[in-house]
């Protein structure tokens, strides 16, 4: 029940084009969702993250889009450019304790 | 500002060895975690520290992993009798006490035991 499942676990995308990963989570009591952009070499960086009493967060070229009912969540990036190529994970966590991670999704994109 | 930083960055030992990686959070966070990230297991859970709490342990894969935070600042995460499975790298995150839900990342320490 404290799976965080992440899917694809690779995605090539055209400069310009939308990229999307989802994640999909079990555990009802979870109450923050975040997602990392990860680079080689260095530490995950917090891109954006959400609450479930919201169903979209934007944060210019990046969405979250929120489905408590199907237990869902995941993360869009618009006009995709080649700096956007890195790994990115979705966590979740209960009352700001340790995050349940998905799997990872390297992303790239191709000018 | 200072975000969190670790050191080692990388650390090279013989396997039967100690370890010993240091974690300086960000400057008033009272929160620290430390995870660990390799190949087969993606990002994983060790262990949590919150203010003065008793620490959540429930991720060390076992009692020759512990950790300790002094002051309530700088936690160190020690490794004893290391084994070639405890290759990966390490990662520390901090994030603020109240409704401090944002875990801030360090660039991480990469261990490989030879």
């Known amino acids: 029940q404290q799976q965080v499942k992440q899917s694809p676990q690779s995605l090539i995308v055209q400069k310009g084009g939308i990229s999307i990963i989802n994640c999909a989570y079990e555990?009802?009591?979870?109450?923050?969702f975040p997602w990392y952009q990860q680079f080689p070499g260095k530490g995950p960086a917090l891109l954006i993250a959400?609450?479930?009493?919201?169903s979209e967060k934007k944060e210019g070229r990046f969405t979250i889009s929120f489905n408590k009912s199907a237990k869902q969540f995941s993360l869009h990036i618009m006009d995709s450019q080649p700096g956007d190529s890195a790994t990115y994970f979705c966590?979740?966590?209960?009352?700001?304790?340790?995050?349940?991670f998905g799997q990872g999704t390297e992303l790239s994109v191709k000018p | 500002g200072a975000g969190v930083s670790q050191s080692p960055s990388n650390k090279v030992t013989e396997k039967g060895k100690d370890v010993e990686l240091r974690c300086d959070p960000i400057?008033?966070?009272?929160?620290l975690y430390w995870y660990r990230q390799s190949l087969g297991q993606g990002l994983e859970f060790l262990i949590y520290f919150q203010g003065n709490s008793a620490p959540d342990k429930s991720g060390l894969p076992s009692d020759r992993f512990s950790a300790e935070r002094t002051g309530g600042s700088v936690s160190t995460l020690t490794i004893q009798r290391t084994q070639q499975e405890d290759s990966a790298v390490y990662l520390c995150a901090s994030s603020r006490s109240t409704g401090g839900y944002e875990q801030y990342f360090g660039p991480g320490t990469r261990l490989t035991v030879t």
């Open positions: 555990n009802t009591a979870f109450d923050y």
């Open positions: 966590a979740a966590s209960k009352e700001g304790g340790k995050l349940i």
């Open positions: 400057s008033g966070h009272t929160a």
């Open positions: 959400i609450r479930p009493d919201v």
